[in-house]
């Protein structure tokens, strides 16, 4: 039965709903709104869709409701978006609502279910039959669970409805933030994933086909400004619910949105944006890009903001010069990257890091110490903190290096502010490298305890790491004497030159007296150079015969075939040139052949 007007179909709902008949209603509505008779959107078509998808969430039919959504969409996009934007909007916030309204009814609202689109599964009610769980978790769940993938549901469907279109652009990012605060208010993260790569697609979906007439324009500022805010918010809820990977795919995408769209973002948007990308960088591990993320917001800072305080100049710089210096020497990585990553890998994953933050070169901790100075950042930082660089870069005293930094140190636990406090065990790693490298300048050997007296105050397990660590990536040569107690230093005389110039040259740490393995290589290079100066004395006469008969060669080989090989280029040249004129009337030939078979059809 198809009704002649809206009017009459929604009172007819109506009267079934009081009796008690809402499938029936849902049935009515359904046939109204799919009809072909109803297909010019009027202002009743606006109440009863709201009727119908009141009826979709209170029986939980989604997908009725989503079929129902597309026939709307064709009916009411191009003479009133405005309605489609209220009924999807009153759609998912019904859905919310008796979301939360089941969450409250349950005592126990922790649902463990790893994925909303299939909740029971083979494995879920083996586990319910034989373990201990109770009968009012049991009833908990199934009260929130089914409303939760219902909410979830929804959200999928309105985002695929709503993409690359321009008309509903502005809806569709609104809903797209409404998803992730769904899924960090109920700590959802599979779906939260699911739904980032959704959105990942849709972005892609709408470069490929954006020659469609409806199709977003990223070239817009307002579509911009909304992408950038839906990318910003997907971000902020990966930090919120901890998600480091997805955070980082969060920052990537902005990379490349902000490449696509060649604009930059406003200044309080890019400090947001380093801000969040500095704790994902600390997170990951990678101390390297940490620190130049803190920098760039630093130098932000003092260029853009005209109002800045010297207290809050003095904050920022004194969390760069805290960042910078404490990046580890040398470089962690982990068990998993020291067996898989090599060379070419590891060099490919800096490249990649190094574009998002859009910089010319791969930072390194030289690189940064060299921009801090430039940038003036000591000009700022606490005056108490102002000497941590120079005993740590600059001077040269292995008897008194860990006594001033622990001053250092103390001074900063004293602040009691955790984006400080949070430095310190690398600061003291640090100091154990430099401690080290010093050291091994002064002493061949030195007792176990006396290194210990002299280094910071950490635990005997990790001070042995750092050392094997060092040693290990040869920064210091220096092996434990376990049988001595004692470290000895400067007894590897195969180490490469390569490797010990290396170290030698990030290290930057003043050289009293060369190791014993780098004497013994200039000694040889010296004679080297000596024997092949020596070589070239004693041989020059037969040098010089060998040299004049190759030229005599050479000018001889020239003058014989010189005729030959310049007609074999005036043929070669005649050749190419005939190929093109004969390339150039085939065209032309072809181009009057279809001209003259498209003159009869005009």
Known sequence: MVFMKPESALRRADELIDVGKKQRALETLFEVITSRRHRTWTKTHEPLMEKFLELCVELKKSQIAKDGLHQYKTISQTVSVKSLEDVIMKFLKLGEQRCLEARQAATNALVDIDDLEIIQTPESLLLSAVSGESQQDRTDRDMLAPWLKFVWESYKQCLDLLKNNNRVEKIYQEVAQMGFRFCQQYNRRPEFRKLCDTIRTHFVQSQKYSQQMYSVNFQLPETQALHLETRLVQLDTAIAMELWQEAFKAVEDIHAFTTISKKTPRPQQLASYYNKVALVFWKAGNYVFHATTVLKLYVLHREQKKNITHAELSRLSTKALLSILSIPLPTPRTQIDEHLETEETTNEKQKRLTSLLSLQQI????SLIRDMIKQGVLNFVYPELK?????????FNPLKLSKKMEESVEFIEKLAQPEYSQYMPALRDVTVVRLLQQISQVYQTIELKRFIDLAP??????????????????????????????????TDLNLSAGQSAANQAASKTNVLQKMPNEQIRNQLMSISRALYSSMEIVNEKA????????KLEIARTYYRDEVSQRKEILRRRELIERYKEEKETESKNKLREREIVSFPRR
Not at 363 to 366: E, M, N, Q
Not at 387 to 395: A, D, G, R, S, T
Not at 543 to 550: A, C, I, Q
């Open 387 to 395: 000497n941590m660089y120079e005993w740590l870069e600059v001077e």
């Open 363 to 366: 930072p390194t901790r030289a």
């Open 543 to 550: 040098s010089k015969e060998r040299n004049d008969k190759l």
């Open 457 to 490: 105050a950490i635990d005997k397990h990790r001070l042995e790491k750092i050392i094997v660590n060092a040693s290990k990536n040869n920064d210091v040569q220096v092996r434990i004497e376990h049988k001595a107690n004692a470290l000895t230093f400067g």
